[in-house]
């Protein structure tokens, strides 16, 4: 069952070029709206963090559906940095840390998403910040982790 399944995830990939290419038009997309509508002035994170918590609440359901219900928080941790973040991100979480009071830390120093930063130009004379535009470009990222939880 298990190389049927391998085989059809191998099947159902994309490109990580055109991946970083929606990622990045999509952040485009909610700065450009931000800045034509100018309605409510929430941070562009917002909605990005909104399509994560869809996205990873999609994704948890379908990579859990096979496993055992998990009851205890720490294996729901482990799960989520050994085989949710591996199959979503290509890569396992570098470090997980506790301070066994239900505060968990998760460290990637190679995340993906993150790692072209500095390359990103969008048009027009003005430069982003690479902190703001860090800051848009983790927040699908948190939002995936707070829906599969």
Not at 37 to 62: D, M, T, Y
Request: contains cysteine; glycine residues 8%; negative net charge.
């Amino acid at each position: 069952a298990s190389v049927s399944l391998q085989k059809e995830r191998s099947q159902r990939t994309c490109s990580e070029s055109v991946l970083e290419y929606l990622i990045g038009e999509t952040i485009r997309y909610y700065r450009e709206r931000d800045t034509t509508e100018s309605s409510s002035g929430a941070p562009v994170s917002l909605p990005l963090e909104e399509v994560g918590v869809q996205v990873g609440k999609v994704l948890g359901e379908r990579l859990s559906h096979d496993r055992e219900p998990m009851v205890e928080v720490l294996d729901i941790m482990k799960w989520i940095c050994k085989e949710f973040w591996n199959e979503v991100f290509l890569k396992g979480i570098d470090n997980l840390r506790t301070n066994h009071k239900g505060t968990f830390v998760l460290r990637d120093t190679q995340f993906r998403w993150t790692l072209r930063l500095s390359q990103n130009v969008y048009g027009g004379v003005e430069r982003i910040p690479n902190d703001v535009l860090a800051a848009d470009y983790l927040a699908m990222p948190c939002g995936i982790l707070k829906g599969v939880l």
